[in-house]
């Protein structure tokens, strides 16, 4: 049985207009940087801050928290000009996983500056439907590497990581949940990424989105 859904946030339980992969190239590209589609595409799912040392080539940490800084700026911008909200049917499912006896919580390469406007702006309906939310730089590691699932368990009680469903619209999630051997990983085609992308990271299920996970 799934005791657990670890679940992304941008692309997979929330639509926000692609904008945080938009505000990133922006930031790399006014940083003097490329910030070309190929490039981007392969930091989505990553932490922002490595995301940005990475596509910047930045390695001066004060520097990285600068163009972070920026970044989280214009996304709140972004994000006032058009406000974020829940996926078709993703409400719906996370409501049926936890009555069913499945926690439900949301991780994301987002830091608190960002993660909790962003939900206090989304319905009651949504939050409600929620046991925990994960930050990367709460765990100090961003996706691929596992610890914000295993963070999850914690938070829930559950140890048993085959007890695990992952889903997430990009390889980086994908390969976050193979690291974690969760019983199900999941990728969901409602985000930036493709089919054939995602089934290359070796996903158990490839789904529209997070509303047919119960169906799981």
Known sequence: MIRLAAL???????????????????????????????????????????????????????????????????????????????LPGVTRACAALRAAGTAVVLTTGFDRQVTDPLLAALPA?????????????????GRPDPAMVHRAMALTGVEDPGAVLTAGD???DVQAGRNAAAGRVVAVLSGAQTRAELLAAGPTDVVDGVADLPGL
């Open 8 to 86: 992304d946030i941008a692309g997979t339980t929330v639509d926000e207009g692609g904008a945080v992969y938009r505000v990133l190239a922006e930031v790399v590209r006014e940083a003097g940087h490329a910030g070309d589609d190929a490039a981007i595409r392969r930091w989505m799912g990553a932490d922002k801050r490595e995301a940005l040392a990475a596509l910047t080539g930045c390695g001066d940490p004060a520097h990285v928290e600068e163009l972070h800084d920026a970044f989280v700026a214009a996304l709140a911008d972004a994000y006032a000009a058009a406000p974020p909200r829940p």
């Open 125 to 141: 309906a949504f939050t409600d439907a929620l046991d925990a939310v994960v930050c990367a730089e709460e765990v100090g590691a």
């Open 170 to 172: 990009t390889v980086l």
